[in-house]
């Protein structure tokens, strides 16, 4: 089963998945301390942790669970769609792993945060398998954005 493609979402709806999800734990940078930039964070820890619910799924690391692989791949897909949203303001922080390419290379930004949606829009959570062979595309996505604009 494939997730359905998700409208543009609003940042209090992303908070409220991050916070739900990461209920009570660590930031992975606590000492970020711009808010915007906390976000941009919170919203990446959220992407790693149901990406590692999916992926350790597929490699049976975990049963497969239909509910918790939709959830996991609902909130991939929405927290994909805020992710460009989330850098239009231009905000820095010493502790962030961002570079401040995103903002010289706005397009190319946006291309790659593009690509992340549409591979989140492929992911199909229907059973462990068919988890194995649709992530591939979104670790590519992450890997590719992250090696040009994360430290």
């Avoid at 409208?7 to 660590?26: D, E, F, H, K, Y």
């Avoid at 190319?108 to 949606?117: G, I, P, S, T, V």
């Amino acid at each position: 089963m494939t997730v359905a493609p998700a409208r543009r979402l609003t940042r209090p709806l992303i908070a409220a998945l991050v916070l739900a999800t990461l209920a009570g734990a660590a930031l992975a940078k606590p000492e970020v301390t711009d808010p915007i930039v906390r976000e941009r964070v919170e919203a990446m820890q959220l992407l790693k942790l149901q990406t590692g619910i999916l992926g350790d799924m597929a490699a049976g690391k975990l049963p497969y669970d239909a509910a918790k692989a939709q959830e996991a791949a609902a909130a991939i897909l929405a927290t994909a769609d805020a992710i460009e949203p989330l850098y239009e303001e231009r905000a820095l922080d010493p502790a962030s792993d961002a570079l401040p390419e995103i903002w010289n290379a706005p397009g190319e930004f946006r291309q790659k945060a593009n690509r992340l949606y549409k591979a989140a829009m492929g992911v199909d959570a229907g059973s462990a398998k068919a988890i194995a062979g649709s992530m591939q595309a979104l670790g590519a996505a992450c890997k590719d954005c992250h090696g040009r604009f994360r430290q």
